[in-house]
């Protein structure tokens, strides 16, 4: 490969939630390692591999000019993002006026429900569900209602249709909040799956905010399909947001956009998020944007996609011969598993509390899935170099999943 996904990074001291966050936030963090054990970050959703050499680069280009003042976006920031979809999503017809700037996804998601519906109002998300729109959406007073995925006959998640067009019913829903790629499930939807929830959300006049953030981290032979380009409707009815942050590793630069074909909601968003006087973009995370979407930013995600099956492969297959009772279905993106402890757990005599607090205590730092409605799940991140993932499964069967 042309690229490092083998280096194992020393993130210590070094502004990294998944290391020295560790121990920090009881319930939520995992706890720190019993002395002899060095931590495998395996929870907070950010990638343990050097970023692509492109971003840096360009980064350190900009650094050289020693003023940073106030500046309006580059034609080429809003260029790069047009042609990162075009080429990746087969998208056409998407010009500088669709894209805004977001200081982050879950705050145009926040945005873009304060200009669908009013505070208290009930708002429609599968579950399982990730915790940032749980803590985001109840943080502004909105009330969640789940429709639950459930597996089909092949362990596959699937929407459940029905429930969902009862429960938008029911609850006089007029806004809806949908995850592309899924997360923590890691499901790829399929054109025919979005088509049809479109199709219920066009019946009940249901807004809908889709969070694209995932959508360049899919598994070889899935392909994303973006919300807004099932049909027309579907165009003018989704306020869609992306970033290049989980993609390339940036969250801790801040940045992600929005992407909004109705000029009804566009102008609604940018006027919404411009009451707190809060968001503004970065001249640096400009930059590293235009350095992810350099022809080398495709070749790294590429590469990248490989390192991620792959490491999904071995876990999966590893957990399917060593841990009798552990079940998972193969996620089609992302580099998150979504573990099911329940079979274990009761024919062992032990809870999800006692899996996590082993495997903590030998560094190998999982996620409690609880706090995402897996009532007896691991949330495990699998953005690492290969050798680490190895050790972190053999820690696993070593201590925790002792047969």
């Known amino acids: 490969m042309k690229y490092d996904f083998t280096s194992i990074m020393d993130r210590r001291g070094m502004d990294a939630t998944a290391v020295d ?9 995992p706890e720190r390692p019993k002395e002899g054990f060095d931590a495998i970050p395996m929870w907070v959703a950010d990638m ?3 970023a692509c050499p492109t971003i840096p680069e360009t980064v350190a280009e900009r650094l050289k000019h020693p003023a940073y003042g106030y500046f309006p976006p580059r034609a080429e920031y809003f260029q790069e993002i047009i042609e990162w979809h075009e080429k990746r999503n087969g998208v056409t017809g998407l010009r500088p006026e669709h894209i805004g700037y977001e200081n982050g996804v879950l ?6 429900l304060n200009v669908f519906c009013s505070r208290g109002d009930n708002v429609l998300l599968h579950s399982p569900t990730y915790i940032g729109f749980t803590n985001s959406l109840n943080n502004n007073g909105y009330h969640i209602i789940h429709s639950p995925l459930v597996k089909d006959e092949k362990g596959i998640w699937r929407m459940d249709f029905e429930d969902m067009e009862k429960k938008i019913v029911d609850n006089k829903i007029h806004a809806a909040v949908f995850c592309s790629p899924h997360n923590p499930c890691g499901r790829v939807w399929e054109q025919w799956e979005i088509e049809k929830a479109m199709e219920i959300y066009k019946k009940h006049d249901v807004y809908v905010v889709s969070d694209e953030i995932w959508s360049d981290i899919i598994r070889p032979g899935y392909k994303h399909i973006p919300t807004q380009s099932v049909s027309e409707d579907a165009r003018m009815r989704t306020a869609a947001i992306y970033a290049p942050s989980k993609t390339f590793n940036l969250a801790g630069l801040i940045g992600s956009y929005h992407i909004v074909y109705n000029p009804w909601i566009k102008d609604r968003m940018v006027k919404e998020a411009s009451l707190g006087h809060y968001n503004s973009m970065n001249v ?3 930059h590293a944007l235009i350095g992810a979407y350099k022809p080398e930013g495709y070749e790294w995600v590429d590469e990248l996609n490989q390192v991620i099956a792959g490491n999904v492969d071995y876990a999966c297959d590893f957990i399917e011969k060593n841990f009798p009772g552990v079940e998972i279905t193969k996620p089609e993106g992302t580099y998150m598993l979504f573990v099911d402890c329940t079979k274990w757990c009761e024919a062992h005599g ?12 030998v560094g190998v730092a999982i996620q409690d899935g609880k706090m995402f409605h897996g009532p007896c799940h691991l949330r495990i991140n ?5 050798s680490r993932v190895q050790e972190a499964f053999d820690r696993l069967k070593k201590y925790v999943f002792i047969a």
Do not use: H
Request: no cysteine; charged share 20%; hydrophobic share 45%.
């Open 350 to 361: 032990k809870t999800i509390e006692d899996v996590e607090k082993a495997a903590w205590d």
């Open 107 to 112: 705050g145009g998601v926040v945005t873009a």
């Open 48 to 50: 343990n591999f050097p």
């Open 382 to 386: 699998l953005a690492l170099p290969l």
């Open 21 to 29: 966050g560790l121990g920090s936030r009881p319930g939520f963090a």
């Open 284 to 286: 640096l995370s400009m």
